[in-house]
């Protein structure tokens, strides 16, 4: 029999488009794929250098469950250099990918029955892993008008006996939308003032446009948890490697959870990771930021051009969120069936916004921009012509 709790939590319905996807290539069929959530640029190579010597040396055994010193360090070192924030190595915990941590903060802070509360649109793994743990999303509506992130505002009208966290992502995925530090300052201050715990998923951090300061939460809440990954910035989908940083009174809780949940991160990873601050490396993650803003500014105008609308511009991650209201017809009535009419007829692969909550999730789509910008362009060209 299969627990509950395990039938409860919902798959990725682009899980639906990717096998159709695959069923069109394997016919021959040119698809562009613009749903998959992770940077098409392979790992930059200092950090594969790395990794192949660490292979090379036998570096094949167990680290401590938080995770390799060296590793921790250069992170607590690197919120002094990007942030000017200190953060004490002790408190950084190696986790595999933001996923790992995610575990480990939910399980931590989250008492059965209880609410972490959340926006709506949002990553779908946060509610799944919510009652994983056996507690509740507690799911806020957000939109263009608050920047599609919760606010001081939402926090102060909903929260309740039960609500105990707050879980936001800056830049959000999916809709790539940044806190400023006057905002991450007050949702602090209102978390604070209710006795509850803030998380704060900065894992798309890196990966911000228009010139615009990104700060981390630790530079305005020193009680904050935050999550983050060498995925995304770092190019390092594959390896499984991420970092949670706890208020120190909270590591030998999640030193515990994570000897019993996953003993340690790959320890190939972390000692390939010890090259992801280096000046090369910095480098490279550079141009590909500045190429990922050049997709965003030729994709944003173009679907706009298609009659989609994007509320707020998105200034992170790469994602546009895009509500397609005007593009439903009686073939495509909603945000799923206009997916599965474009990936049919013309090749062009997106996510339905039921991925990512309730929330007027039928009229939208998330397009990424995983994918270089010529191919953008054509899938444009595709999509007009296909007359929706
Ligand atoms: C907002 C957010 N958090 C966490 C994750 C998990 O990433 P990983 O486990 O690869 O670090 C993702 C992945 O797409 C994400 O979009």
Not at 106 to 130: Q, S, T
Not at 162 to 179: E, F, H, Q, R
Not at 283 to 292: K, S, V
């Amino acid at each position: 029999m299969i627990a509950q709790r395990a039938q409860e939590i919902s798959p990725f319905h682009v899980m639906d488009i990717l096998a159709q996807a695959k069923r069109l290539e394997a016919q021959g069929r040119d698809i562009i794929h613009l749903e998959v959530g992770e940077p098409d640029f392979d790992t930059p190579q200092p950090i594969i250098d790395a990794g192949i010597a660490a292979l090379k040396s036998a570096k094949t055994h167990y680290t401590p469950a938080l995770g390799l010193a060296e590793l921790r360090e250069a992170i607590a070192n690197w919120y002094q250099t990007r942030y000017q924030v200190a953060v004490s190595a002790n408190r950084v915990v190696i986790t595999p990918g933001a996923s790992g941590a995610l575990m480990l903060v939910l399980g931590a802070l989250l008492e059965r029955d209880k609410k972490v509360m959340l926006a709506d649109p949002g990553y779908p793994c946060n509610r799944n892993i919510a009652r994983f743990v056996e507690g509740q999303a507690q799911l806020i509506a957000v939109d263009g008008s608050d920047n599609y992130q919760l606010t001081a505002e939402h926090i102060n009208a909903h929260w309740d006996d039960d609500t105990t966290l707050a879980l936001v992502a800056s830049p959000s995925n999916p809709t790539g939308t940044v806190l400023s530090r006057q905002q991450l300052s007050d949702l602090a201050a209102a978390i604070r003032a209710k006795q509850g715990s803030f998380v704060v998923d900065e894992i798309y951090h890196g990966l911000t446009y228009d010139g615009i300061d990104t700060p981390t939460v630790l530079s305005v809440d020193q009680n904050a948890f935050v999550i983050n990954s060498f995925s995304k910035f770092f190019g390092m989908t594959g390896w499984r490697l991420g970092w949670l940083v706890a208020p120190e009174q909270y590591v030998p809780i999640m030193d515990k959870l994570a000897q019993n949940l996953f003993l340690a991160a790959p320890t190939v990873s972390q000692y390939a990771a010890l090259s992801a601050f280096n000046s090369d490396t910095l480098a490279i993650l550079a141009q590909r930021r500045q190429l990922f803003e050049q997709r965003r500014n030729t994709l944003l105008p173009a679907l706009q051009s298609l009659g989609l609308e994007v509320k707020t511009t998105p200034q992170g991650a790469f994602y546009i969120y895009a509500n397609c209201s005007a593009l439903l017809n009686e073939r495509s009535p909603d945000s799923m069936a206009l997916c599965k009419y474009w990936l049919q007829k013309t090749g062009v692969a997106v996510t339905p916004g039921n991925d990512f909550g309730n929330n007027l999730a039928e009229q939208h789509i998330r397009f990424a921009y995983t994918t270089h910008e010529q191919r953008l362009l054509e899938a444009i060209e595709r999509i007009k012509k296909s007359g929706n």
